[in-house]
């Protein structure tokens, strides 16, 4: 019996992934920042098997200590995506001990987090029992990206890339953290309104699909991979503005593609559109860097800078608690990663 547990946080994109070709290979490459406390916790305990070397592995999935056979399917199709890496896996049964920080439905992706968090653990095992060598980080991050695209992505503390772009840097298989960050982008915020826990009218799967034949598709692509590169130039001469102008024009262009696909959806609320207001009216009012960014869901993520902290807290959140449900707000910020904890 091999043992390991792993915590993984999940990661907000600045600069969108929405579009995909076979083998989970992004039509853009995206750009994230992980977060702390948004959080999976995943224990693995990997048990010989009563089946004969050669079977397809099997699981056992607890969520918060509750058995979650609705789990299996997708992690038993994550499994066979990542033998040819870890071949060891096959004949083996998995026991998946798993909780995640935050609510289901809060509009973090707990795919991301949870998808990393097990391939840390899978990768730990491995490079531990199976093929002694030092734990590596790309491969954690390659698997993750077989389970859930961004999943890849939260492998990396800070920001991180996934695709490649057109200086060469990235790559389409894994992520790579971002290397050059200015001092002004050391700290950031992501304090997520709840505004919605309802269930997605459409799912992500669906929404990447709907990107097939899509009218704007090529131009969005194009987009994406230009605003990689104005995004890493951002980052490094720390220009809070320019920052915001790019986060908000990828969040409302992420909604304009699910706007404009056949059929449209719309993922917004009258809520997201109304907190959408009075953030453009704080930092009108204040001139502070704070904006906002959108997932593929209708919660909205304040992004902004520590000189806006304490404003935020006093002045902002008083106005928008109210439209959240039960006044939720998960406050979150930029962190260092995945890491091993003692199972
Ligand atoms: O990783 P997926 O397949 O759930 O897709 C995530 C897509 C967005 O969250 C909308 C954007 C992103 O880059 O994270």
Redesign the pocket.
Known sequence: MYTTRWIAPS???I????G?FDH?IPANP?L?FTLTHSYTDTKLIVIEGKTTQGDDPTVEVYYDGIPKPEFQPKILKFLKAILHEYPWIMGKLLKIETKNTFPHSSGI?S??SGMAALACCIEDLHTTHFAPQSFRWHKASESARLG????C?SVYGGFVQ?GLSSDGEGSDLYATPVQQVHPDFKTIYDFILILDSGEKSVS??V??SLMKGHPFASRRFEQGKENVIRLKEILKTGNWSSFIELMESEALT?HAMMMTSTPPFILMKPKTLEAIQKIWQFRQTTNLPVGFT???GANLHLIFATNALEAVEQKLLPELQYLCEQNLIIKDLIGRGPYKVDS
């Open positions: 990661n907000i994109a600069v969108k992934y929405w995909k989970q995206s994230s992706a795919s991301a859930s695209g961004s999943a992505r996934w992500s799967t929404g990447h992420l959108l997932d593929a």
